[in-house]
């Protein structure tokens, strides 16, 4: 075992960069040419057929089956000139990643033989056999079938051989059982409740977008050292493994020069991104060793997320190819940093107008004022259900644990920012906010200045900070799906929109100016958060837990607790009212959130108990016998004093193998125990009490690793996992 282990490593190490093939021409050439593009459209569909299906993706109305056939007939031409025999329905259940069932394009030809075939039937809707996704019992209890319809708001690509139709999942009575149909009613909700306003300050404005830019972080691990690591391989993160001597103590990571193998990875990746239309933008190496990033320019919100899933699924793919394994855990490694997902948000027209920006003129910055102080406000009623969007039993490594986010959602807004609210509440309503030119501020107005949007004030520990153009919710973990947090943080936002508009109604029957009622219905808004949700300082201090309770902001910090956010009534009031999710809907989900907790942490227990007693005792035993013979040679040949560090050391051995064994069996006692209770929440509450002794066993581990002869230590450690690329 031990030599196995130094030759994986051996190996590992002296692997080169994999060459990677890179398309001719420049980027532009082939940029989404796996995608059924509006050119594609264009090319591939008659004139009439172009321009019925244009017009149900920009109004969101739904395609007649006439036009359905003929889009379908110009996608199979164009899916067979790029080698494609299978299609399948492309959607986002309540699972880790994305579901995909093939179907080849066959069918007989009457004739003796097979033609390919593609209708608009199969185009816009199939009943997969998917009785397996989590449903929350939604399935059990009404219709066992589920359905998948295309959104041909998410363009059909191509993945290898087959062509790949993005659609919701929903059940025979409707409740959605996916990600995507939440989210394109909460970005329905979210247009709905803001356009009435922005009409207000510009009357052509037709359509408000959410827009989202996602930041991946990730860790590689080179693919034979990953298989040599169980808990990896089932878990997705090491369940021990003692801190290397060096870890990120040096900041010599972050930003650091890409080492070959990697750079020949994220040039692939970056190629096949490209070639699926996905606009990747930056790449840099992390503040872990091995962790790095990459984020795409910002797009709309429902295909932004879809072009995350996809990528998820390249990376693996293309990891692969260059020997490495991609880790999207949210916490791999003890001791640095975990990975985390910002999902940096903004509001925009049709127009071309960021709401999240400062305008062009005093009118321009009233709405950016309005829309930003809304958005701060609808994080504050709902910054319990924020954090409840984020929270899984992976993201709960990082929830609290000294790293973005702290289990408390407050705001950040930086010295701008902070300075314009607090103006303007002194200031009386109307004051016309104006940027301030090279001068600063003129008399009575209130300046935000030009270097503003350049802000670089930064402040890392913020789980939901202003950035100048956007807002960035830092809390969302590396393997989620955005759309949990996009959800939620679209819909508060337009319920805020919708009783704001409410009160600058009644503010503007009473006769006021515009401008005048805008700010007094804003005026106790901005009061308000600037004493609860926003916070510049410290978020990782003892003093700031105390303050945002006193402060009343949810400070829960276990997980299935957090959950329940979901169902209370502020929360249901809310998600109801904007057509998001039904209480059934919002029952179902947490069913499965509750399951799924417990499952990750059943697996996780069990693989710690299997490699404790598997790997880890045997391989201490094996040293410790060792040990055992060189006393009784030393006693042998330098007398009965001799060896009393060996002896010591020996029971030192002897007593860690008893403690994990003790705290194995008292784990799995418990996970009996759990295992019997009948109620999904109670249940998952168990499972966080049996996620807590994870720690326990794995210490006496982590010692033992620092006492056993190198040479006989089974897995490989940190030092190897996460230096060697
Ligand atoms: P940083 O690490 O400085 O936060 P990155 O460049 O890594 O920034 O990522 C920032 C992300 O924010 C990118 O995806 C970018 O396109 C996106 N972004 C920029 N402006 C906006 C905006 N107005 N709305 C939404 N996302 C935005
Ligand atoms: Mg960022």
Known sequence: MANLRSAIVHDA????????????????????????????????????????????????????LATADKVAAGMKKWALEHGVT????????????????????????????????????????QEPDASSFPSGGIRATFEARGYTAWDPASPVFIQDDTMCIPTVFVSYTGEALDFKTPLKRALKAV???????????????????????????????????????????????????????KNQQLDDHYFGAIPSRVAAFMKDLETEGFKLGIPLKTRHKEVAPNQFEFAPIYGETNLSNDQNQQIMNVMHKVARKHGFVVLLHEKPFAGVNGSGKHNNWSLGTDTGVSLMAPGKDALGNLQFITFFVNTLYAVQRHNGLLKASIASATNAHRL???????????????????????????????????IAGKKGASVGTIGIPQIFID?????????????????????????????????????????????????????????????????????????????????????????????????????????????????????????????????????????????????KVQIEARVMGRMAVNHIIPAALEYQTKLLQNISLQKELLGDDAAATEISMAREISSLISEIRTRVKDITEARKKANKIEDSYEKALAYSEIANMLPGIRKPIDALEEIVDNAAWPLPKYRELLFIS
């Open 13 to 64: 190490f002296r692997k080169k960069a994999v060459d990677v093939p890179v398309p001719d021409g420049e980027v532009s050439r082939y940029y989404a040419e796996l995608v059924f593009t509006r050119d594609k459209m264009r090319r591939y569909l008659d004139p009439e057929t172009y321009d019925v299906l244009t017009k149900c993706i920009d109004e969101g109305e739904s395609l007649d």
């Open 191 to 245: 247009n709905e409740a803001a356009l009435p306003i922005c009409q207000m300050f510009d009357k052509s404005v037709k359509h408000v977008y959410s827009y989202l830019g996602w930041e991946q972080e990730y860790f590689l691990v080179d693919e034979d050292l990953y298989s040599a690591r169980p808990d990896l391989m089932i878990t997705g993160r090491t369940l021990m493994g003692h801190e290397s001597s």
């Open 400 to 434: 609290g644990a000294n790293e973005a986010p702290p289990a408390i959602v407050s705001a950040f807004l930086g010295r701008t920012m902070n300075e314009v609210l607090h103006k303007l509440l002194e200031s009386p309503s109307g004051t016309p906010i104006e």
């Open 86 to 125: 299978h299609i399948t329905h492309w959607f986002q259940p309540l699972t880790d990643g994305t579901a995909e069932k093939h179907d080849s394009l066959i069918d007989y030809d009457g004739k003796g033989g097979v033609i390919e075939t593609f209708t608009g039937k199969s185009l816009v809707q």
């Open 455 to 599: 802000n670089t004030d930064r402040n890392r520990t913020s789980p939901f900070a202003f950035t100048g153009n956007r807002f960035e919710y830092r809390a969302v973990g590396s393997s989620a799906n955005c759309a949990a947090a996009m959800i939620t943080l679209n819909t508060a936002v337009a319920e805020q929109l919708l009783d704001f508009k409410v009160g600058l109604d009644a503010e503007l029957v009473s006769g006021k100016a515009f401008e005048v009622a805008v700010m007094d219905t804003l005026k106790p808004l901005i009061a308000s958060i600037l004493d609860t949700v926003c916070f510049d300082g410290n978020g990782y201090s003892e003093e700031w837990k105390a303050e945002a309770a006193r402060r009343g902001l949810d400070t829960e910090s276990v997980v299935p607790k957090m959950f329940l956010e979901y169902e209370k009534e502020d929360s249901v009031k809310m998600f109801t009212r904007c057509g998001v999710f039904s209480e059934k809907e919002l029952h179902a989900r947490n069913e499965v959130k509750f399951e799924t907790y417990v499952k």
